[in-house]
């Protein structure tokens, strides 16, 4: 009985989940690239940012943070000046307004960062060009941990998205701007949700 109730609850509630089929996959989704080094876009990865030299870890800086997939993993970071780094790439198959879709990845902070240690957030952008940000569609929560944590993200663009930007942020509400890190692992094909 308390299982009918839940589950009548989640369905009046519009409860969503991933439909398990993918609407838009990534190319090179765990930011794989034989060459891992400070300034460089993983492969299939760019952006439109001037000044934007994200970093490929371990390698990077003398850096040793090791991948959760795979052999690399991207560090992106926030600077004191304002400037923040970011990634992104066009879509296989464009967003839908209105439609909601559902996306995960793996996110930590490093330790240390040649300076740049304080914790980020991640803010997801949807646009026409890689590193555009027409349109926020979602942000996790401060990333103050150092082990991988999967971090799961529903969204609803308002306009077509072509395009979606990975953006190191800074603390909500934070007063000033900051030095700091954030490391990204591998992504999850762009599903459609469907309502329980």
């Excluded at 980020?120 to 401060?142: D, E, F, M």
């Excluded at 077509?160 to 990975?166: D, G, K, Q, Y």
Aim: hydrophobic content about 35%; proline content about 9%; aromatic content about 10%.
């Amino acid at each position: 009985m308390r299982a009918l109730y839940l589950s009548l609850l989640l369905v009046h509630l519009g409860f969503t989940a991933p439909s398990g089929t993918p609407h838009s996959t990534l190319v090179n989704p765990s930011f794989e690239d034989p060459n891992p080094r400070e300034a460089r876009f993983p492969q299939g990865w760019s952006s439109e940012t001037p000044n934007n030299t994200p970093d490929l870890l371990p390698g990077a800086w003398g850096l040793q943070a090791a991948p959760f997939h795979g052999n690399t993993c991207l560090g992106l970071v926030t600077r004191d000046d304002g400037g923040v780094e970011n990634v992104g790439q066009r879509l296989s198959n464009p967003l839908r307004p209105l439609e909601c879709y559902t996306l995960s990845l793996y996110l930590c902070k490093a330790a240390q960062y040649v300076g740049y240690h304080q914790p980020c957030r991640l803010r997801i952008w949807g646009g026409g060009q890689p590193g555009s940000k027409q349109v926020l569609l979602a942000t996790s929560t401060l990333v103050s941990h150092t082990d991988w944590r999967k971090y799961e993200f529903t969204f609803t663009p308002k306009v077509p998205v072509e395009s979606l930007t990975f953006e190191a942020y800074y603390a909500p509400g934070a007063s000033f701007k900051y030095k700091g890190n954030i490391l990204l692992d591998h992504c999850s094909a762009i599903e459609k949700c469907v309502k329980a």
